[in-house]
């Protein structure tokens, strides 16, 4: 005996036998439903109070029978029929218990997702089936649906509507699928727990709008958002369960392939989640490793990347659900590195293992060049700041390189270090860095921590702000929180203010900053950049001097000590000793003030 799908707890056995033999009921191949099928569909569903969908294929058999909840059924997808290019051959015929037949917006997304011959809604009164709306796929230009009834039970000339199924199909099978068919369907899930607000904004308002850009990057098409206002997040489904059942509904009537959701996620919550409502989720940690895995180039970047989606993924293991047990592709399934991560924990850390022991290597290689370049005393300036804040636009513009700058979050991953020339004939040397955001994973700082050494180890910090940005001010904060994460707060920074050519005011931004230094630039126009420069030079240069030495051939370790703590910019030997054309910090001029000499 065929078994009865969906939710059939708290039915009586005589019930569940009743329903399976709909099983055995068949429709005349020219018939979209019978008067006796339709009849005891109505006499069942008003019996038990719940909807009740049959499948039905092209020859009249029923394929599947599935029962839900009043006002909450799932229609179900049959398996092995879909087909993108076609109709799926298969027709489904279900009741509105104490309703109107009229299609839902449910109705019709099904209709189109599971591209059925004919989504037919059957409108139940006391117990009688009183109306039949039927809902085809009609393709012309864009896909839509035409909706055709009221219909009485008894019906029994269906050639119009045959025909209208046999030529959506010839249609179907000509219309080329659109770029946006090809996105992943999205729907966001924000959680507002007791927190501050920010010019009138909540921290859960400000992180969903984060979110629905990053899903933006990701390639995601973004369909609708959910918000839940709690105390604190459900233990096992993060929203509570009346919201759960309005996501669910919300998934099916908006054709959604993907639900990210605004916070962090345990196995067993997303494995929850995905169980309710029969799509993929994600937690916003999985989108941002996503982004990064389509935005690596360099190998060091494939390898910090994976590393990081390792780390994330290997407690998970047990407890995931959709996004590894389907491993088709799409939206937290990219990545460099094992494209099943379903193998046992002892593999995945091996190979963890390894992706460190490589990232060490290349940590080596990168320790060289930087001991080249303290030796010669060149200053670093390391750019940090929001991501899509404009960094690699104002890297390109300072040091005319032709860095990737896109207007996408998240277009820089891999650090790019430039020559500056300033204008007393100094050159520093300028390193653009990976974007901070709300939430940055724990994992990507750990992972990109050979990257991030530009930042801990840099002579200057420029915190690179979008002064077009509403938050320019929270932002700023989040990137003075990551930097003490990273232990460089106590590093000498400048605040630049980038994109004051998107500002509609000439007045300085009032932000509450304390008495740092703040400079408005625009890396578009040019505007501010000499004085930033001016800037860069006097903070970095303005304590030093540059002297000449002489010094005995018997001190030898006076100078070891001037090539290790200046830069030594000419050396002469002359018959009293070395001669020495040093620049050095004011501090240390007590020290060689005996083997100072004078033109």
Request: hydrophobic content about 40%.
């Amino acid at each position: 005996m065929k078994k009865v799908q969906g939710n059939i707890n708290g039915l009586k056995r005589n019930i569940l036998l009743e329903l399976a033999d709909l099983y055995a009921l068949t429709v005349p191949q020219e018939q979209l439903w019978s008067l006796e099928l339709v009849e005891r569909l109505s006499y069942l569903s008003s019996l038990i109070n719940r909807e009740i969908a049959l499948y039905l294929d092209r020859k009249g058999q029923v394929l599947e029978v599935s029962v839900g909840d009043h006002q909450k059924v799932t229609l179900g997808e049959v398996e092995g029929k879909r087909n993108i290019y076609r109709l799926s051959g298969i027709r489904c015929l279900h009741t509105h218990p104490n309703g109107s037949g009229r299609l839902s917006a449910v109705d019709i997304n099904a209709l189109k997702k599971l591209r059925l011959d004919a989504m037919i809604a059957v409108g139940i009164v006391n117990g009688y089936a009183q109306e039949l709306y039927t809902g085809l796929i009609w393709p012309d230009g864009q896909e839509e649906v035409k909706i055709f009834g009221p219909y009485k039970p008894g019906k029994a000339d269906f050639s119009s509507l045959n025909h209208l199924i046999r030529e959506a199909d010839r249609r179907l099978r000509l219309t080329p699928v659109s770029n946006e068919d090809s996105q992943e369907r999205a729907i966001l899930v924000g959680i507002q727990t007791p927190d501050s607000h920010l010019d009138s904004l909540t921290e859960a308002e400000i992180s969903l709008a984060e979110l629905k850009e990053l899903a933006k990057t990701a390639g995601a098409q973004v369909v609708g958002e959910v918000k839940q206002k709690r105390n604190s997040p459900n233990s096992s489904t993060v929203i509570g369960q009346g919201k759960l059942e309005e996501l669910r509904l919300m998934v099916q009537a908006l054709n959604a392939d993907l639900v990210v959701i605004d916070t962090e996620l345990s196995g067993t919550q997303q494995r929850n989640i995905e169980k309710c409502i029969g799509c993929k989720v994600l937690s916003r940690t999985a989108l941002i490793l996503d982004i990064f895995a389509q935005r690596a180039r360099s190998r060091e970047g494939k390898l910090q990347v994976e590393l990081a989606q390792l780390e994330y993924r290997l407690p998970r293991l047990m407890g995931t659900g959709l996004v590894l047990s389907r491993l088709g592709g799409g939206i937290g399934t990219r990545g460099p590195g094992e494209t099943k991560l379903e193998t046992d924990r002892r593999h995945i850390r091996a190979r963890i293992a390894h992706l460190k022991n490589e990232l060490a290597a290349i940590s080596k290689q990168r320790n060289v060049l930087r001991r080249n370049r303290q030796k010669n005393k060149v200053p670093l300036v390391s750019l940090v700041g929001y991501t899509n804040a404009g960094k690699s636009t104002l890297l390109n513009t300072l040091c005319s390189t032709q860095v990737l700058a896109e207007d996408k979050l998240f277009a820089t991953l891999d650090t790019t270090v430039r020559k500056l020339p300033l204008s007393a004939g100094q050159t520093v040397l300028m390193a653009d860095t990976v974007g901070f955001i709300r939430k940055l994973p724990p994992s990507l700082l750990d992972a990109f921590k050979s990257t991030l050494e530009e930042v801990v180890l840099a002579d200057l910090i420029l915190i690179v702000a979008d002064a077009s940005d509403p938050q320019v001010e929270d932002q700023i904060r989040i990137v003075d929180e990551i930097l003490a994460e990273l232990k460089a707060e106590a590093k000498p920074t400048l605040i630049v203010l980038n994109k004051i050519d998107l500002l509609t005011t000439k007045n300085p931004l009032p932000l509450s900053l304390g008495n740092r230094t703040i400079i408005e630039v625009s890396a578009l126009t040019g505007q501010g950049l000499e004085l930033l420069k001016e800037t860069i030079e006097n903070t970095l240069f303005g304590q030093r001097i540059q002297i000449s030495l002489m010094i005995p051939y018997s001190e030898g370790g006076m100078l070891a000590f001037l090539y290790d703590q200046t830069n030594v910019v000419e050396e002469t030997f002359k018959e009293q000793g070395t001669l020495l054309k040093v620049e050095l910090e004011k501090s240390l001029l007590e020290k060689v003030a005996k083997y100072r000499i004078y033109n």
